[in-house]
């Protein structure tokens, strides 16, 4: 039979413009799905360079101005890939103009703009998901299965971190194209809004809603040259921050991120506490799951690690044959594949803008308790 196409339109060329552009390529390779992932448009401000990614990637056509793409008849879906102040602008526009639309994380520089971009794509009533891919990774999709399996009965920890170390350096300019994380006009916030937002939206769907949190930041160098301006400007981004939060369930949470933790590249983990067992996983080794069940036998108890690769784990039948891994890449071809099966029945693949808004929700409510030094309540969607 044949497919139906979704002509995409991506915005942004980067690191995540090629992750996804992957994931449009594979997942019909991959996956059995009535839709056809079409590259139809790319766009970047810079013509020489988009036509190049056009030509490498196979998109059929270049824009370099966002909102011609957005108003093209051509375009069912609008992918957004760029920094995070021009989220909800670009998405609220092709809300407007009745496109799906995929947007990456975090979805808006706060939940004030996040609100509005729910409203958008609500009032149009168009598919949205925004791009936390780390919960399909199949190692966490499993530990996401076992806690809704009960298997670690009540949990009453949750403890995650996400260290770098790649902003130590005192001569490393903010803004412009390459170091836009680190301009709070373009960034919105630092760690918080970058590496604390996976962290946040693993856990919101693990665990439920968190209630409250105390946090703290730092920006330990106070100072940087504005790649734009040429001029030394105050660093308006948090460089680390660590909270504790209390989740609806009456579990205790410690979150952690930090871009001066040497030695670190892109180490996010987590681990879940419960009555009867414990898990772990780390991305530097994102294909196994840590389990420790106390209902073991005790001549044997003891932490197992799971390698997940096996048919009857989550999306692994989809890939090569059991003990074979895959690896980063594969969540985004995972979220696009959910994303079109949700198309198809109707059951919308998560997170919408809506459940991207609740982790904006607690991101906000970390920088504002960071701010008055105190406990803060975690907003409501709605
Ligand atoms: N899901 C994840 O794990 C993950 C990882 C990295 C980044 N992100 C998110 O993805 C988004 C992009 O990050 P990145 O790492 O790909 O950044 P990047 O700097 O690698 O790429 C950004 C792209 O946006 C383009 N751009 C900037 N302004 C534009 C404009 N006005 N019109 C058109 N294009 C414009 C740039 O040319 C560049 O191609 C951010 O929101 C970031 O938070 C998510």
Excluded at 19 to 43: I, M, R, T, W
Excluded at 323 to 344: M, N, R, T
Aim: hydrophobic residues 40%; contains cysteine; charged residues 25%.
């Amino acid at each position: 039979m044949a497919k139906k196409p979704i002509r995409i339109g991506l915005i942004g060329y980067g690191f995540m413009g090629r992750a996804h552009s992957n994931a449009y390529l594979k997942v019909g390779h991959f996956f059995d799905l009535p839709y056809e992932c079409v590259l139809q448009a790319v766009c970047a401000r810079d013509e020489a360079k988009v036509r190049d990614f056009a030509q490498r990637w196979g998109y059929a056509s270049v824009e370099t101005d966002w909102r011609k793409l957005v108003q093209r008849d051509d375009i069912d879906l609008v992918d957004i890939c760029v920094p995070n102040h021009l989220h909800a602008e670009i998405a609220i526009a092709a809300a407007r103009a009745g496109k799906m639309i995929l947007c990456e994380k975090p979805l808006a520089m706060n939940a004030a703009e996040g609100r509005k971009m729910v409203a958008a794509v609500e009032k149009a009533g168009v598919p949205n998901m925004v791009w936390y891919n780390y919960r399909r990774v199949p190692a966490v999709t499993l530990a996401k299965q076992l806690v809704d399996e009960g298997r670690l009965g009540r949990i009453f920890h949750y403890r995650a971190k996400f260290l770098q170390d790649w902003t130590i350096n005192p001569d490393l300019p903010q803004g412009g194209t390459a170091l836009w994380r680190l301009d709070v006009k373009a960034a919105g916030s630092g760690v918080t809004g970058d590496l604390l937002a996976h962290c946040i939206d693993t856990a919101l769907w693990i665990n439920g809603r968190i209630a409250k949190v105390c946090a703290m930041t730092e920006t330990f160098i106070k100072e940087r040259k504005h790649v734009e301006t040429g001029k030394v400007e105050k660093v308006g981004i948090d460089d680390a921050c660590a909270f504790l939060a209390r989740f609806e369930n009456g579990s205790l949470a410690t979150f952690e991120s930090t871009r001066y933790a040497r030695g670190h590249k892109a180490l996010y983990t987590f681990e879940i506490n419960g009555e009867h067992a414990s898990l772990f996983w780390d991305l530097h080794d994102l294909h196994r799951l840590q389990y420790f069940d106390h209902r073991d036998p005790s001549v044997v108890r003891g932490w197992r690690s799971i390698h997940v690769s096996d048919a009857d784990q989550p999306y692994m039948k989809h890939w090569w044959v059991p003990g074979l891994q895959i690896g980063y890449e594969h969540s985004f071809v995972h979220q696009v594949a959910d994303f079109l099966k949700g198309l198809e029945t109707g059951q919308p693949a998560r997170p919408t803008f809506r459940d991207a808004l609740e982790t904006q929700l607690v991101c906000d409510a970390v920088l504002k308790s960071a701010r008055t030094g105190r406990w803060e309540k975690v907003g409501t969607v709605s």
